[in-house]
């Protein structure tokens, strides 16, 4: 499987094929498939990219419905009254979730002033992809939904305060539960709740959900096993937003960019970065990383190795590090800073890169967010941002080497960044 490199050109003829049969398959980061027919099948449709490229998108069969609870989209926490954060682009779909289209693996939320074709294309752009992402991390769509986080974070949040409590940890607690640390206490729990499959994370949950008096159901506290997808309107923002459970795409009518395969894939492998490590604190990579792996295996342009010297990549770990600067200028870098790491790993540890995700999710620092160990090897950056201890460990276990062979602890590679490109 090739992930980065050039990829497949979208349009031939300026026509391309967005098929949503089962038996319609892509390599994991192909494009679409090339079609000189100038005939229409059944149930298929035109619609423009952005610069008058003509996509022809074959349309999921289904209407609009308009039954949908307002908890369908976003969880609504009894403990705030709040809908749990899916990011800014979302909150429309979070504040209204009674307009969807639902297909097989996606479900398209979206204002009702929206018309029935941009729930129809967007269902069909996402759905096209969703068994070909999964592969990029080495899994499938069925068992990515095993996986995955498909709880609110109040939820897991109610769990782990009153894991000591519970009538099924009382047999397993340690003998000096009574003794340990808050942050001891929360790392237990954690370690108990991500142990599990979702069946039993579900059962844990609702079982504290119980003994603190909320009474939730699985509905209340858990998204079923499909990509969410909220169609915003806002044209001067992003096209696509990744969070837990799915994107936020800008609606058909507004824009379809030329490149929206590479944009959409991209927001896809950011939307498993966050739901398999099972951070409830957000995506827990660092920003560079995070854009880097998303991008690049996406299939989007990265900059060239000899503009490594341009910027200092792997101090932008956070939003507050980007301010002031050309973000898509910065994509260029963090795409190419990655290409650099998957090109220098050996070919059988290349899906390491790409395992670091599930090695997170299992350290109890990715929920309790304490730092790294007293004496650890690293020394932070300059800026503002701190990466996530549970990535830097995460990182160093899967004893990732330089061109030269040696060892590339995640600290060495943020304090010689330009050393190692430069070779």
Same mark, same amino acid.
Request: proline share 4%.
């Given at each position: 499987m090739i992930i980065g490199g050039s990829t497949m050109e979208?349009? =031939?003829k300026k026509?391309?094929? &967005?098929?949503?049969?089962?038996?319609f398959t892509l390599g994991a980061c192909g494009g679409g498939s090339d079609d000189t027919s100038d005939t229409l099948n059944e149930n298929e449709s035109y619609v423009e990219t952005d610069s008058g490229g003509q996509v022809?998108?074959?349309?999921?069969?289904?209407?609009?419905? @308009?039954?949908?609870?307002?908890n369908s989209? /976003?969880?609504?926490?009894?403990?705030?009254?709040?809908?749990?954060?899916?990011?800014?682009?979302?909150?429309?779909? =979070?504040?209204?979730?009674?307009?969807y289209f639902e297909?097989?693996?996606? &479900?398209?939320?979206?204002?009702?002033?929206?018309? $029935?074709?941009?729930?129809?294309?967007?269902?069909?752009?996402?759905?096209?992809?969703?068994?070909?992402? #999964?592969?990029?991390?080495?899994?499938?769509? /069925?068992?990515?939904?095993?996986?995955?986080?498909?709880? /609110?974070?109040?939820?897991?949040?109610?769990?782990?305060?009153?894991?000591?409590?519970? #009538?099924?940890?009382? =047999?397993?607690? #340690?003998s000096n539960y009574s003794d340990m640390s808050e942050n001891e206490k929360a790392a237990l729990a954690w370690d108990v709740y991500i142990s599990g499959d979702n069946e039993k994370r579900l059962e844990l949950v609702l079982e504290a959900s119980n003994y603190a008096g909320y009474g939730w159901t699985a509905d209340d506290v858990s998204h079923e096993g499909k990509v969410k997808v909220c169609l915003h309107e806002e044209s001067n923002n992003s096209y696509i937003e990744a969070f837990y459970t799915g994107i936020s795409l800008q609606a058909p009518s507004i824009s379809i960019p030329d490149e929206y395969n590479q944009l959409i894939r991209k927001g896809l492998v950011q939307m498993m970065q966050e739901s398999l490590s099972h951070s409830v604190h957000g995506n827990p990579l660092p920003l560079w990383y995070s854009e880097g792996q998303a991008r690049y295996s996406g299939g989007l342009e990265v900059a060239e190795r000899f503009e490594h010297e341009e910027v200092d990549v792997p101090m932008f770990v956070d939003a507050e590090d980007e301010y002031g600067m050309d973000s898509e200028f910065l994509e260029l870098h963090y795409g190419m800073a990655f290409r650099y790491l998957f090109n220098t790993v050996d070919f059988e540890e290349r899906?390491?890169?790409?395992?670091?995700?599930? $090695?997170?999710?299992?350290? #109890?620092?990715?929920? @309790?967010q304490e730092g790294l160990p007293e004496g650890y090897d690293f020394e932070p950056g300059e800026t503002s941002g701190l990466e996530s201890a549970a990535f830097i460990k995460a990182w160093d276990e899967q004893y990732i080497i330089d061109e030269?062979?040696?060892?590339?602890?995640?600290?060495?590679?943020?304090?010689?960044?330009?050393?190692?490109?430069?070779?």
């Open positions: 979208l349009f =031939s026509r391309t094929v &967005v098929a949503i049969a089962l038996s022809i998108v074959e349309n999921p069969q289904g209407e609009i419905k @308009t039954d949908g609870e307002v989209f /976003a969880k609504i926490s009894t403990l705030t009254g709040k809908h749990e954060y899916l990011g800014e682009l979302a909150v429309t779909c =979070s504040n209204d979730s009674s307009n297909t097989d693996k996606v &479900v398209v939320f979206g204002s009702a002033n929206l018309p $029935v074709d941009d729930f129809k294309t967007a269902a069909a752009l996402v759905e096209h992809q969703v068994e070909e992402v #999964p592969q990029i991390f080495g899994t499938n769509w /069925a068992d990515y939904k095993s996986q995955r986080r498909n709880i /609110a974070k109040f939820a897991i949040d109610n769990f782990v305060e009153n894991y000591g409590d519970l #009538p099924s940890a009382q =047999s397993s607690l #340690p899906m390491s890169l790409f395992n670091i995700v599930n $090695v997170m999710a299992k350290d #109890p620092s990715i929920y @309790t030269d062979f040696n060892d590339l602890t995640y600290n060495r590679f943020k304090h010689s960044y330009h050393q190692l490109l430069s070779q």
